[in-house]
T-cell receptor, first 115, second 115 residues
Framework: AQSVTQLGSHVSVSEGALVLLRCNYS??????LFWYVQYPNQGLQLLLK??????LVKGINGFEAEFKKSETSFHLTKPSAHMSDAAEYFC?????????????FGKGTHLIIQP | GAGVSQSPSNKVTEKGKDVELRCDPI?????LYWYRQRLGQGLEFLIY????????KSGLPSDRFSAERTGESVSTLTIQRTQQEDSAVYLC?????????????FGQGTRLTVV
């Protein structure tokens, strides 16, 4: 079984400030970890993913995330927020390499950017 | 096509009516997933198809829900005798089997409103 916890259903930051969205997971096997972004009335777009290798992964739009096995975390960061980053962000885990259970998602974090 | 296509994009139906949602996966993708996203919630796994294998229906919430897929092409999700709690965005995703480069590609979803 696997699960994902995203701390904070809403996060508000000022434009230009650091963005930090928290994600903790549980998995019985080494996980694959994902961050997706969802803009209003759109589907999910993959921001970045961790499968194997380097634990710091870089994604699109200046986002990056670090896999920390000891903390079972995969927090998403961006050094400087932009107004266009306002969206819903979902962390997800897969422990079957995309098999029958596909992805297990967190409940999402709504990122608000203050001008 | 270039991406996962879902239709209709929006559907309003009366309580008790049946609805059919369609998903066209990316050509060549062997795996197809349906998820449900209720307002303010994360994504809930519904059903998974992998090639010609029997689908994993473990996520379907009731026997009013069913899905079909012909080979590795179009899938339809049918909800019979719709209820207000069925109101949600239904997202479809496809992927190229399993493996280290596994990634799910999502459509834009069908927003279902039961009135």
């Amino acid at each position: 079984a696997q699960s994902v916890t995203q701390l904070g259903s809403h996060v508000s930051v000022s434009e230009g400030a650091l963005v930090l969205l928290r994600c903790n997971y549980s998995s019985s096997v080494p996980p694959y970890l994902f961050w997706y972004v969802q803009y209003p009335n759109q589907g999910l777009q993959l921001l970045l993913k961790y499968t194997t290798g380097a634990t710091l992964v870089k994604g699109i739009n200046g986002f990056e995330a670090e896999f920390k096995k000891s903390e079972t975390s995969f927090h998403l960061t961006k050094p400087s927020a932009h107004m266009s980053d306002a969206a819903e962000y979902f962390c997800a885990v897969s422990d079957q390499r995309g098999g029958a259970d596909g992805l297990t998602f967190g409940k999402g974090t709504h990122l608000i950017i203050q001008p | 096509g270039a991406g996962v296509s879902q239709s209709p994009s929006n559907k309003v139906t009366e309580k008790g009516k049946d609805v059919e949602l369609r998903c066209d996966p990316i050509s060549g993708h062997t795996a197809l997933y349906w998820y449900r996203q209720r307002l303010g919630q994360g994504l809930e796994f519904l059903i998974y198809f992998q090639g010609n294998s029997a689908p994993d229906k473990s996520g379907l919430p009731s026997d009013r829900f069913s899905a079909e897929r012909t080979g590795e092409s179009v899938s339809t999700l049918t909800i019979q005798r719709t209820q207000q709690e069925d109101s949600a965005v239904y997202l479809c995703a496809s992927s190229l089997g399993v493996g280290v480069e596994w990634e799910a590609f999502f459509g834009q979803g069908t927003r279902l409103t039961v009135v």
